[in-house]
């Protein structure tokens, strides 16, 4: 059987051109949200670099959704503002969905996933916290402080372990500097260093992180010596960022 050459070449052409279309990376984000309802039309949504508090970008709801479109370099944590509705998005050049009324709430990609699992984890347990400090609120003051510290410590027990575990799958990318950001309030000082330095150049390089470093180097050349670690609150995922306030 003969082969025409030139169809060959012509297909082979093809084939190539697809399949290079099919495995290139895209240049391009684009994230797709969602708002509980229609009362939130006409209002904007703002995205801001979760490092720097910088604002990137604003979007305007349209029947119940919003979107932004971009590109990014390299992966970039941000948070999405709308009134006092939050989320947070890992920005990859890749299609990404979000509930802003869920902080925990974007995927499309492992990170975006990785993400809203760690969310979502603490904000149950910090939510479970928040109830029984309310259950104890009005007992008898030294009462009420044996039972803080027992609770506290049950939930420091709680939680740990899962900041161990997403930091460790982590230690070279936002994620990363996310949870050791949302963890070094609760951390002490020398702990913190470790673990700073032995991570990745993405972790070591997000400014935040960077600047609670320089806090506890200067802290030991202070007269008092040493800083004690200071408790965290189920608070501080919102406090540790501009974007919160």
Known sequence: MKINMKNSI????????ILAACTSTPKSYLVEGVVPDESYNGKMVYMHDYDTGERIDSALVTNGKFKFTGSVESAMICSLRLDQ???FVILENVKISVDI???GSANGTP???ELSKYMTEIMTSQKELQEKFAEIADLDDEIRKKQ???IWSQYRAKIEPLRVKFFNANTNNVLGAFVLLDWSSSLDPDKL????SQ???VVRNFKQLQKTIETNAKA?????????PHKMTYTSLHSLNPCFS
């Not at 012509?10 to 051109?17: F, K, P, R």
């Not at 260093?193 to 700073?196: F, S, T």
């Open 85 to 87: 509705l939050r989320a």
């Open 220 to 228: 030991r050349q202070t007269a008092a010596g040493r800083r004690a």
């Open 199 to 201: 991570a990745g150049e």
């Open 111 to 113: 990170l975006n996933d």
């Open 101 to 103: 009324s869920v902080l």
């Open 148 to 150: 803080y510290d027992e």
């Open 193 to 196: 260093d470790e673990l700073y």
């Open 10 to 17: 012509v297909i082979t052409t093809l084939a190539a051109l």
